[in-house]
């Protein structure tokens, strides 16, 4: 006869198996760090762009003379962070076996696509019409509606990060000309710590396994 500890095991085994089949648990926590420090340098680069020296409620934007600079330091930025996410997920996959295009992914990327798709199209638009002081409120709050709206199809964690990224975006909002701090905030600390914080509660418990 099996023992308690054997049932437990097998209870264990098939809660792991139907929580794989349902959500996409390959994200790397190692990623969530560099992703937080690659846009910890690009928000510094930006902030010396765009303001004069001076005390920082005095400082005076020209960010309209600028506009493609920062479209290109920003491109630079998500492409980096990109190949970053891409590059650590895969190795995370070949190491448990897993498979990276399933129905858990393509559910967890078509629901972080639409609000992020809808935020990219609604700041080009403000952008174009040159309507700069909606860029930091908006990328941070429509990232956050997209990790609310994914995070059933990932670890939990994901939208408790979604809830710090929209109320960083509100603040933004509320003080725009600290719009450069607050996007430093939500996609640089945040993501480290996040990352952190991933790293040690699952991945590190998979390399010693």
Same mark, same amino acid.
């Given at each position: ?22 959500? @996409? ?7 969530? $760090? %560099? !992703? ?7 928000? @510094? ?10 005390? %920082?409620?005095?400082?005076? /934007? ?17 492409? %980096? ?11 995370? !996959? ?36 040159? /309507? ?5 409120? @908006? ?26 990224? !929209?109320?960083?975006?509100? %603040?933004?909002? /509320? ?21 952190? $914080?991933?790293? @040690? ?9």
């Amino acid at each position: 006869m099996k023992t308690t500890d054997q049932y437990l095991d097998e209870i264990k085994e098939i809660k792991k198996m139907m929580e794989q089949s349902t959500r @996409f648990l390959s994200l790397s926590g190692l990623s969530g $760090v %560099l !992703i937080g420090i690659y846009a910890l340098i690009g928000a @510094f680069i930006a902030y010396k762009m765009i303001y004069l020296p001076g005390p %920082l409620e005095y400082r005076k /934007v020209y960010a309209n003379e600028i506009t493609n600079e920062l479209f290109l330091l920003a491109s630079l930025v998500l492409l %980096l962070s990109l190949s970053t996410v891409l590059w650590l997920t895969f190795s995370k !996959i070949r190491n448990t076996n897993q498979r990276f295009w399933s129905a858990s992914s393509r559910r967890l990327l078509i629901n972080l696509a639409i609000p992020l798709i809808t935020g990219g199209i609604l700041i080009l638009i403000f952008s174009y019409r040159g /309507v700069h002081a909606v860029i930091a409120p @908006f990328s941070l709050i429509f990232y956050g509606l997209a990790l609310v709206n994914a995070a059933k199809y990932t670890r939990q964690e994901i939208f408790y990060m979604g809830l710090v990224e !929209i109320g960083l975006g509100l %603040l933004s909002a /509320v003080f725009p000309g600290m719009g450069i701090v607050f996007w430093a905030l939500g996609f640089g600390l945040v993501h480290i710590i996040y990352g952190t $914080v991933m790293h @040690f509660r699952y991945d590190r418990k998979i390399e010693q396994a």
